[in-house]
């Protein structure tokens, strides 16, 4: 089950300055010949910082293009700078850097004087800098459990009682089925198999030939979520026949999906699903990763056989609880 100690937070880049200094507009992108430059207050993460008892605490940066501009820096991201206010170097690895669709993720170390309240630190590009920081330095000294809770969202470990995630919007579980098929309403139960707590089960029948299928799912948030930062998606589960995983995407007129799909085990298994681990297009609303990803709506387990599917401790590595508010 999942550490009851919560380290959820991640920190918004609302660019809120509370001066200006010589040259910048408060609150904006700082721009000379190939220099951008934004500062970043630490004020939302204080309770983190209080609560993890003055230890390093490691926050994920969401930059795009309304306070970075990706045409005055290197395509990778390889000429960032970020440091103190006094130009001293943070530790901070860049987690993905997309310059052509205009945003980034990076993971930036705060320790120190920044987990004060009021502390600012600031990006910027400069590749003629030479203070550059130690990527490897970011996660030293600092526990996995923290490092999962800082790099991952929670979608669900069914451990509140409820058929509702633990996303932002709290939203909850519903069923579909199609043609003849049959499912039970999802229910709580002991997980049970060597895991302790509870998960959560439907027991279904859909028989082939394809497309008889019964469908678990959710809804992400309020709005299309980019998932171009996504490690991958990690649950367990267990149960009878082929599961599959979709990550659902507007569009007009019919739904569009990637998926992918996996025989269940009567036992307890740990699913890892990359990026690159998704069906190719094809037919069936299939548009696969690249066509998909940048604008997700909902979450979705399908199954097609006979049988019960139990699942337990869902997670999106890489992405941050800001990406679904």
């Given at each position: 089950m999942t550490s009851a100690r919560r380290f959820g937070w991640s920190l918004a880049t609302a660019l809120l300055v509370a001066s200006c200094d010589a040259g910048r507009t408060a609150g904006g992108t700082v721009e000379t010949e190939n220099v951008s430059e934004f500062v970043v207050s630490v004020d939302s993460i204080a309770p983190l910082a209080r609560y993890s008892g003055g230890?390093?605490?490691?926050?994920?940066?969401?930059?795009?293009?309304?306070?970075?501009?990706?045409?005055?820096?290197?395509?990778?991201?390889r000429d960032l700078v970020v440091e103190k206010m006094d130009g001293t170097p943070i530790p901070f690895a860049i987690h993905r850097w997309e310059a052509k669709e205009r945003w980034a993720r990076i993971q930036v170390r705060l320790d120190g004087d920044l987990l004060r309240r009021g502390a600012r630190f600031r990006l910027r590009s400069d590749l003629s800098?030479?203070?550059?920081?130690?990527?490897?330095?970011?996660?030293?000294?600092?526990p996995e459990v923290w490092r999962v809770e800082w790099t991952s969202v929670l979608v669900d470990d069914f451990e509140r009682g409820v058929t509702r995630t633990r996303l932002p919007i709290d939203s909850a579980w519903y069923t579909i089925k199609v043609d003849s098929?049959?499912?039970?309403?999802?229910?709580?139960?002991?997980?049970?198999?060597?895991?302790?707590?509870?998960?959560?089960?439907?027991?279904?029948?859909?028989?082939?030939?394809?497309?008889?299928?019964?469908?678990?799912?959710?809804?992400?948030?309020?709005?299309?979520?980019?998932?171009?930062?996504?490690?991958?998606?990690?649950?367990?589960?267990?149960?009878?026949?082929?599961?599959?995983?979709?990550?659902?995407?507007?569009?007009e007129g019919r739904g569009s999906k990637t998926w992918m799909h996996n025989t269940l085990d009567s036992t307890w298994?740990?699913?890892?699903?990359?990026?690159?681990?998704?069906?190719?297009?094809?037919?069936?609303?299939?548009?696969?990763?690249?066509?998909?990803?940048?604008?997700?709506?909902?979450?979705?387990?399908?199954a097609s056989g006979s049988g019960m599917v139990m699942l337990d401790d869902i997670r999106f590595f890489g992405m941050s609880q800001d990406d679904f508010r």
């Open positions: 230890h390093p605490v490691v926050a994920t940066v969401r930059m795009d293009s309304t306070h970075f501009d990706f045409d005055h820096t290197a395509s990778d991201g800098s030479r203070k550059r920081s130690d990527s490897a330095a970011v996660w030293r000294w600092i098929a049959r499912i039970t309403n999802p229910v709580l139960v002991a997980a049970g198999g060597g895991r302790t707590g509870t998960a959560l089960r439907f027991d279904y029948h859909a028989p082939p030939p394809w497309p008889v299928y019964v469908l678990m799912g959710t809804t992400l948030a309020h709005h299309p979520v980019n998932f171009g930062s996504l490690d991958s998606i990690v649950f367990w589960a267990k149960g009878n026949g082929v599961l599959s995983v979709s990550l659902d995407h507007p569009q298994k740990r699913w890892r699903v990359r990026p690159q681990d998704f069906d190719p297009p094809g037919s069936g609303g299939n548009l696969g990763w690249a066509s998909v990803h940048d604008s997700v709506t909902t979450l979705s387990f399908f």
